[in-house]
């Protein structure tokens, strides 16, 4: 079995799986269907995974590692909670842009994942929600926004990120980052119109 660095027997086995799960749907997808794919025999793709649910761990965890990495090199960097926001949310579009098939497995199939597979990653779900949560709450501190729940406030922010692999597709006519931006403003600046009165 894969253990250490990936592989790129891994890589191929993730990437097929990925496409088929969502062309197919996870329950119609066989480890006979993704071993054909990659070209190789059954056998040889148990060699390398043990069963359908540890392959879509992969595809979860995989994702995971790499939008955490991102939002972590941000953070030591020093970069402020806005730009880290902003960074968020450029991160889940660049995904959505190079691995579609990969972002909706994330997304749609997360509850599928064997109970003995789901520990780790619903870690790194946790982790990561966290570090998000930290960034705003420290971009709070800083008087940088103005939120009495930073718990929903977080929650809110991740509706933002997370709906739009339902409706992007690659090759729009707005990039992901023109996109990202967008959005960033949207959840930083609202959007009503200024106004010198009180709201009705």
């Known amino acids: 079995m894969d253990g250490g660095p990936v592989s790129s027997r891994r890589r191929e086995i993730v990437t097929a799986a990925a496409r088929l799960f969502d062309e197919r749907g996870y ?16 056998p040889t793709l148990y060699h390398h995974v043990p069963s359908k649910g540890r392959i879509l761990q992969w595809i979860h965890d995989d994702l995971a ?42 997304y749609e199939h997360h509850r599928e ?26 971009g709070v501190a800083r008087g940088d926004f103005a939120v009495t729940d930073t718990r929903l406030t977080t929650l809110a922010f991740f509706g933002v990120c997370n709906w739009a692999y339902q409706w992007y597709r690659p090759g729009g006519s707005s990039s992901p980052h023109e996109i990202a931006v967008s959005f960033w403003r949207c959840f930083l600046s609202g959007i009503a119109a200024s106004r010198s009165g009180p709201a009705p």
């Open 27 to 42: 329950h119609h997808t066989s480890m006979d269907d993704i071993a054909a794919a990659v070209g190789i025999k059954k």
């Open 65 to 106: 590692d790499d939008l955490h990495a991102r939002l972590c090199a941000r953070i030591d960097a020093g970069a402020p909670p806005a730009a880290v926001l902003l960074g968020v949310v450029a991160d889940h579009l660049d995904a959505m842009d190079r691995e579609p098939a990969n972002l909706r497995a994330y």
């Open 113 to 138: 994942l064997p109970v003995e597979d789901d520990l780790g990653s619903r870690r790194r779900r946790d982790e990561y929600f966290d570090r998000v949560h930290e960034v705003v709450v420290r």
